[in-house]
Each structure stands twice: as structure tokens, then as C-alpha cells.
């Protein structure tokens, strides 16, 4: 079945280490974003990628980085530089980027400090 | 941004029926999203408007949108206790020739027997 698949789906993270989050789709889709999800809260954009070897910065990029070198996988690293990074991360995909292209999103990974 | 803005919890009996309610921002938005979220999960889309329709109903959903006011509500028919979750609406925005969604903070719904 096609869909957008996230792991882990809990990952813990020492003091000053880096983490990668893994975010693949096979719907064949050009569009992919990256949410942050805090309790009480709604998403907030982080990076989001309109087509492969471009990407651009949400809301709320400090302290992450990304990549799209290929069109299935849109890797998210949380740097030692994000303070509070303890969050729900939730990761998006849509046909394009223009008119109607609803956002279908993966299960998730949640995201602890240790 | 502006925030897009959700009543934070609504509860309702089974079987009655459901409405969440939302007010968005940019009068220019060309589309407007409600998704399902349950716990622990990722976001399901339930349905969608164009900003030209007035309702959209989709089986026991439907969506009333209010131009003028830049109100936008999802009536759930038969509210069962399934449909207990987060719902979240979002409106698409231009930024810089892209177009994002913005999200309000959720509807909680809880659904008692």
C-alpha cells in the first residue's frame, strides 16, 4: 500500500548529540514538510521541500536541518542547537504545492530527551 | 502569522451530532482542511472546501464556510464514540509563491456513551 512511513516511532536523545528522523513516502510525491507538534498546541512548519534538491525554511527552522537528495526521503536532523526538541514530529507529503494538494501525513515519531 | 483559531474541547452524547468550529485568517486562502487526528497518531485528512463553495458534505460530515466572517464548521451526524479525537483545521496560504497550511491548535471531541 502507498502511504508515508516515520521511524523510529520514539526516539531519545542525549545532551548535545545530533538525531536524524526518518521520513519515506512511495505515493510518488513532489511535496514533503516537516511539522513540530507540542501538547495543546497545533502543527507548527519546520522545512518543507516543493521538489528534490530544494527546500525551504518553515516557521520554525532554527536548530533543524534537512535534505531532499531524493524524491521519496526527506530526513530531519535535530541539532544539539534546538533547546527544547522534546516534541511529537510529524512528517507530510502532497502531489505538489499548488491549488488543491492535501498534505497526507505519517504516523509520527515522538521525540525525548534523556 | 496570524493564528487560525478552535474552541479547545467539545462533548457531545452518541449519537447526537458534533459541530467544531474554527475562524481562519487570510481572507485570500483558496482552501480550507479539517483533519482527524487519535492519540499517538498522524493526521488523517476528512475532508476539504474550495473558498467559492458554501458547504461541502461528505456522508455524515458536512462543512459550512462562511466567507464574510472567515468561518469555517464541520458537523459530524451520529456522532459515535469512534469519532473521539483531535480535530484540527488548516488553512493554505501563500508565502513567497509556495503555499503552506496553517493549523489551528485542535478541537479536542470526546464522545460519551
Known amino acids: 500500500d502507498g502511504g508515508i512511513t516515520q521511524s523510529p516511532k520514539y526516539l531519545f536523545r542525549k545532551e548535545g548529540q545530533n538525531v536524524t528522523l526518518s521520513c519515506e513516502q512511495n505515493?510518488?510525491?513532489?511535496?514533503m514538510y516537516w511539522y513540530r507538534q507540542d501538547p495543546g498546541q497545533g502543527l507548527r512548519l519546520i522545512y518543507y521541500?516543493?521538489?528534490?534538491?530544494?527546500?525551504q525554511k518553515g516557521d520554525i527552522a532554527e536548530g533543524y536541518s534537512v535534505s531532499r537528495e531524493k524524491k521519496e526521503s526527506f530526513p530531519l536532523t535535530v541539532t544539539s542547537a534546538q533547546k527544547n526538541p522534546t516534541a511529537f514530529y510529524l512528517c507530510?507529503?502532497?502531489?505538489?504545492?499548488?491549488?488543491?494538494?492535501?498534505?497526507?501525513f505519517g504516523d509520527g515519531t515522538r521525540l525525548s530527551i534523556l | 502569522g496570524e493564528d487560525v483559531e478552535q474552541s479547545l474541547f467539545l462533548s457531545v452524547r452518541e449519537g447526537d451530532s458534533s459541530v467544531i468550529n474554527c475562524t481562519y485568517t487570510?481572507?485570500?486562502?483558496?482552501?480550507l482542511y479539517w483533519y482527524k487526528q487519535e492519540p499517538g497518531a498522524g493526521l488523517q485528512l476528512l475532508t476539504y472546501?474550495?473558498?467559492?463553495?458554501d458547504m461541502k458534505q461528505d456522508q455524515r460530515l458536512t462543512v459550512l464556510l462562511n466567507k464574510k466572517d472567515k468561518h469555517l464548521s464541520l458537523r459530524i451526524a451520529d456522532t459515535q464514540t469512534g469519532d473521539s479525537a483531535i480535530y484540527f483545521c488548516?488553512?493554505?496560504?501563500?508565502?513567497?509563491?509556495?503555499?503552506?497550511?496553517?493549523f489551528g491548535k485542535g478541537t479536542m471531541l470526546l464522545v460519551s456513551p
Open positions: 521541500s516543493q521538489i528534490v534538491n530544494d527546500f
Open positions: 472546501i474550495f473558498s467559492n463553495m
Open positions: 507530510a507529503s502532497s502531489l505538489g504545492a499548488g491549488n488543491n494538494q492535501p498534505q497526507h
Open positions: 488548516a488553512e493554505r496560504r501563500r508565502n513567497s509563491g509556495y503555499s503552506t497550511l496553517t
Open positions: 505515493l510518488n510525491h513532489d511535496a
Open positions: 487570510d481572507s485570500s486562502s483558496t482552501y
